[in-house]
């Protein structure tokens, strides 16, 4: 069982850029996926995470009105829709599973990682 991330790389600030993660390996009932973002030398940051039983969301302050988290239709995939990005928004993006459906964006509760993918905000 593995996530995998897809859709980074280099957007001027001001842009947008759209993650996706394929979940269709985890068979799980009820669980929560989020995106984590990291730079070096800082703690991995949890900006946004979704619930597969109803959908709720729940996002860090820094990105609020400007990324959505979403699944797919077949919920096979999450997205994470990054608008209005800025230069501090450049990170590596993971996306994670977490076997509880519980909003939380403590990494320390997840257990399967995607392999990231780097997001560079710059003119």
């Known amino acids: 069982v593995q996530l995998v991330e897809s859709g980074g790389g280099l957007v001027q600030p001001g842009g947008s850029l759209r993650l996706s993660c394929d979940v269709s390996?985890?068979?799980?009932?009820?669980?929560?996926i989020a995106w984590f973002r990291q730079v070096p030398e800082k703690e991995r940051e949890g900006v946004a995470v979704?619930?597969?039983?109803?959908?709720?969301?729940e996002y860090a302050d820094s990105v609020k009105g400007r990324f959505t988290i979403s699944f797919d239709d077949t919920k096979r995939t999450v997205n994470l829709q990054m608008n209005s990005l800025k230069p501090e928004d450049t990170a590596v993006y993971y996306c994670?599973?977490?076997?509880?459906?519980?909003?939380?964006?403590?990494?320390?509760?997840?257990?399967?990682w995607g392999q990231g993918t780097q997001v560079t905000v710059s003119s």
């Open positions: 979704i619930s597969s039983s109803d959908s709720g969301t």
């Open positions: 390996g985890f068979s799980f009932d009820d669980y929560a």
């Open positions: 994670a599973a977490d076997y509880a459906d519980v909003l939380r964006r403590d990494p320390t509760h997840y257990r399967l």
